[in-house]
């Protein structure tokens, strides 16, 4: 058996933050992992390079069923917190114009970062070891895993949520959180992948790959001004990936394909101009030629000169474009999903040192609570936030 003040479970994100922390204060840290290797969903975000914070990161970007939970953490570690950190190991990053922050390189460096932070605080961490079992006890907790027996003072879960099960996603957090009575709200994806009915499904094959900057809502009233992507399973890009957190089963999207227009007004010029040119072709100047064929083949758009269109169909063609509605049949699910929509309840929890209030010395970080930040560097802020308020606590 193995002695020690902080265990955390989890070699994420959150899970590291807190155990450098942590060890800098002089706590023996163990990390332990089931992993092969730590920080895995870090070495695949942003595509590989890591969109490791976001500049304009604050309290409203986040999904959480109480809103103030985590003003306490962010307000105590921003995202100009992390960026001097990441200045100090020399990190080459960019930016990108809506706040977020990407590694030059690639992911690993994140990943470097955090192990060297945890090698100068004197923590271990342990791959490959997964957690079977744990209990209270007079001396805090014993936790069993596929290696050892760990004695622990404090615990922290960091386990994560269910996103990706490739990379090991698992429901352990959840399951020691109701093992010691805290309430655990309904998880499902977020940030993930539209998938269509068949009918839409056949009408779209073929435009995997076409991008469109458009503006879409969810019937919340929710709205991301950001492009869609096209795919042979569905709809994804930023914009979708975004609604997806606010959407619910069985409602409609509406997006706008042309927010930088006024489409009558577009229609008016070009019956003056060009009044002979087809409808089709003169969208297929703002629009996706290949897109606007689809429209064309499912009469969603008159096959007609634009000097035949009457005011009607002018009007028709307007909404549909400016208003075009459609009704996802599900989302991807939790294997490509970004993260976990719900968790532990954050009304269990201490807003500032993110201890359990049921259990002593127990604390959970991470995507295992219900803190969701939307897309753009917002979900790893909330960690490393999380990470140092916690670690500072433990």
């Known amino acids: 058996m193995v002695d020690v003040d902080v265990l955390v479970i989890g070699a994420g994100a959150a899970g590291l933050m807190c155990a450098a922390t942590a060890g800098y204060r002089g706590k023996k840290v163990i990390v332990v992992d089931m992993g092969k290797k730590p920080g895995r969903k870090i070495l695949i975000s ?8 976001n500049e304009n990161a604050q309290p409203e970007h986040y ?27 020399g990190l080459n990053f960019h ?36 957690v079977f079992s744990l209990e209270q006890n007079e001396q805090g907790y014993l936790v069993t895993t596929s290696e050892t027996k760990y004695q622990c003072s404090s615990l922290v879960v960091a386990s994560g949520g269910l996103t990706m099960p490739k ?10 959180a109701e093992q010691f009575g805290l309430k655990v709200l309904p998880t499902t994806a977020a940030l993930v992948p539209f998938t269509l009915h068949d009918h839409d499904k056949s009408r779209f094959d073929g435009l995997s790959g076409i991008s469109i900057a458009t503006e879409i809502s969810s019937e919340s009233g929710k709205c991301f001004k950001e492009n869609i992507l096209f795919t042979h399973r569905g ?47 003169l969208l297929s100047t703002i629009l ?25 169909e002018i009007q028709a063609l307007h909404n549909f474009i400016h208003q075009w509605q459609i009704k996802p049949n599900g989302t991807e699910g939790y294997r490509t999903a970004e993260v976990t929509l719900g968790g532990v309840d ?13 259990a002593k010395n127990l604390y959970f970080i991470g995507e295992v609570i219900d803190v969701t ?14 990470g140092i308020a916690c670690g500072g606590a433990v």
């Open 46 to 53: 942003g595509g590989g390079r890591c969109n490791f914070t």
């Open 63 to 89: 999904i959480c069923q109480n809103p103030h939970f985590i003003k306490s953490a962010m307000s105590r570690y921003s995202a100009q917190d992390f960026i001097e950190l990441v200045e100090r190991h």
């Open 95 to 130: 930016h990108k114009t809506l706040g977020q922050l990407f590694c030059d390189d690639n992911a690993q460096d994140i990943v470097d970062i955090l192990l060297t932070e945890c090698e100068w605080a004197g923590v271990e961490i342990k791959l490959r070891n997964e």
């Open 167 to 176: 990379l090991g996603a698992s429901p352990i957090g959840y399951k020691i």
């Open 235 to 281: 709809l994804s890009g930023p914009a979708i990936l975004q609604i997806s957190s606010f959407w619910q089963a069985g409602q409609t999207v509406t997006i706008n394909l042309l927010p930088e227009h006024n489409l009558s007004e577009t229609i008016a010029n070009w019956r003056q101009n060009q009044a002979q040119k087809s409808t089709k072709n």
């Open 288 to 312: 996706p030629k290949r897109f606007i064929e689809s429209l064309v083949t499912s009469n969603d758009i008159p096959d007609k000169n634009i000097n035949q269109l009457d005011h009607s």
């Open 346 to 358: 954050t009304d269990e929890l201490s807003s500032k040192t993110f201890a359990a209030k049921k």
């Open 373 to 386: 930040g939307w897309l753009g560097g917002f979900n790893f802020q909330a960690c490393w936030a999380q």
